[in-house]
């Protein structure tokens, strides 16, 4: 993998977290915002495969931690979109096999991340909100994917197909 | 590496992402339980500080970017209760939908700086304006907000926010650039309250969630005081104004909820505050502060 495909892919991941949390906060639906991290991990582990999805999904979660304004117990959105990242890249036969497969894919995931997201604040202590705002908070955050997935899953996918390692992308075809 | 991945074997590549499933999670785990245990004094807050130098900066720019478009669809979105009016709205004036959009931002914007100042003349508090430029999202399930200000305008851990409104929160975490303001609609957000009717004191908690929904719990000292309907709450403050300094206000009261299990009574707090349309906000800082921004001040001056 070259330096410049690295690169790319770490840019993308940093302008998903700005994204959410600069450019949508005006659009927040009481507060709730679409979760373009978890679409890039869960595009990129479509793309290629289980293991690739697992490492996007720590290194995007992370980021997600960390950079302001984050203010929870580092590691948990970490935990939550490596596991979406692993479980999105072992069904990508099936999302691969049509656009509706993949949006379908990514509003699964995005309910598994953030219920994973706000179970893991309930056992640290952390942040965590009574069940029926919260069933709310993780509902609206699964429409707002949806809602976005038709619209960049597929330029996504073309991206991460894009920045494919070369001689792994002529043997596999 | 390759045929590693590629495999001979079916399973061989399964397996290797299953290690690598296990590992990540595992290195998760360890985060989580560092952070958690470690409270103020975490492991990772050099690389929350040092992750925060950059990606501040790239946030403040891309707010600036974007805040053109910010500004007409924050107009749309902002206010729940404005959304039902824009058809009415639009079918009444077109004119009126164009000069919106952009010069009336401008003068609103005015009329916030203009409050601040009015909030440090009349509360005696040197204030250092600053924009809001990225929300955390709610389903972080934590309310917190980034603004523009840092360490180089003076800008510190545990310094009030408000804005013309009232009070908005405190800062919980400074970079050079940019500072995390913990919303006090939080749900680990406490802010001692008084009452303005009757200076009884008590502690206010978020609820976690901002827009029309908003509120603070507020739990009262002592049990007897009942409070009434559209009473002011206002800060008490402690010591040396950290994190909270006095007389900010807070909300008025929404109503009242008593609780038999734990024999006491909480006042629903309605806080002055629109927590989804945050933009001009104030930090105190102490007197005599000076940094790249100008300090607004009691006497109105530099």
């Known amino acids: 993998m070259t330096p410049a495909r690295n690169a790319a892919m770490v840019a993308l991941v940093c302008a998903a977290v700005v994204g959410q949390a600069v450019v949508f906060r005006f659009l927040a639906i009481d507060g709730v915002v679409p979760d373009l991290a978890l679409i890039v991990v869960v595009a990129g582990a479509i793309a290629r495969g289980p293991e690739f999805g697992a490492l996007l999904g720590f290194g995007a979660g ?43 894919v990514v509003g699964a995931a995005s309910f598994i991340a953030t219920s994973v997201f706000a179970l893991s604040g309930g056992l640290v202590g952390d942040g965590s909100l009574p069940v029926g705002p919260m069933l709310r908070v993780i509902v609206i955050s699964m429409l707002w994917d949806l809602l976005l997935a038709p619209l960049v899953v597929p330029a996504l996918l073309r991206f991460f197909d894009d920045v494919r390692p070369a001689r792994r992308f002529a043997r596999s075809r | 590496m390759a045929r590693r991945r590629l495999g001979t074997r079916p399973g061989s590549g399964d397996d290797r992402a299953r290690r690598t499933l296990g590992l990540l999670v595992l290195a998760c785990l360890t985060l989580i339980t560092l952070d958690a245990r470690a409270g103020s004094s975490s492991p990772l807050n050099p690389a929350r500080s040092a992750i925060g130098s950059v990606m501040g900066p790239v946030e403040d720019a891309t707010a600036t970017a974007t805040r053109p478009f910010h500004d007409l669809s924050g107009f749309v979105h902002s206010n729940k209760s404005l959304r039902g009016n824009i058809a009415t709205l639009t079918a009444e004036n077109s004119r009126l939908r164009g000069e919106v959009a952009t010069e009336p931002i401008d003068r609103q914007r005015l009329a916030e700086l203009e409050g601040l100042t009015k909030t440090a003349s009349d509360t005696g508090y040197s ?95 002592d049990n007897s005081v009942i409070p009434s309907k559209n009473d002011v709450v206002v800060t008490w403050g402690s010591k040396d104004g950290v994190p909270y300094v006095a007389g900010i206000p807070i909300g008025t009261v929404d109503s009242v909820v008593s609780s038999p299990r734990n024999s006491s009574r909480i006042a629903v707090i309605k806080p002055y505050a629109d927590f989804t349309a945050l933009d001009v906000v104030g930090v105190v800082v102490p007197k005599g502060t000076h940094g790249d921004r100008k300090v607004i001040t009691a006497g109105g001056g530099q």
Do not use: C
Request: neutral net charge; aromatic residues 2%.
């Open chain 1, 62 to 104: 992370l980021l997600a931690d960390l950079a302001p304004p984050a203010d929870h117990v580092a590691g948990r959105w970490a935990l939550a979109l490596v596991l979406v990242g692993y479980l999105a890249g072992r069904v990508r036969q099936d999302a691969r096999s049509s656009p509706l497969m993949a949006v379908v």
């Open chain 2, 127 to 221: 204030i250092v304006a600053a924009r809001v430029i990225a929300m955390g999202p709610e389903q972080s399930f934590s309310r917190t907000v980034t603004i523009d200000a840092g360490t180089s305008s003076g800008v510190r851990k545990d310094m009030t926010v408000l804005n013309n409104d009232g009070l908005v929160g405190r800062v919980v975490e400074a970079t050079r650039s940019t500072a995390t303001v913990l919303l006090i609609v939080d749900t680990s957000s406490v802010v001692g309250g008084r009452l303005s009717t009757n200076l009884e004191i008590g502690f206010l908690r978020g609820r976690g969630t901002v827009g029309d929904s908003g509120r603070l719990d507020l739990d009262l000292v």
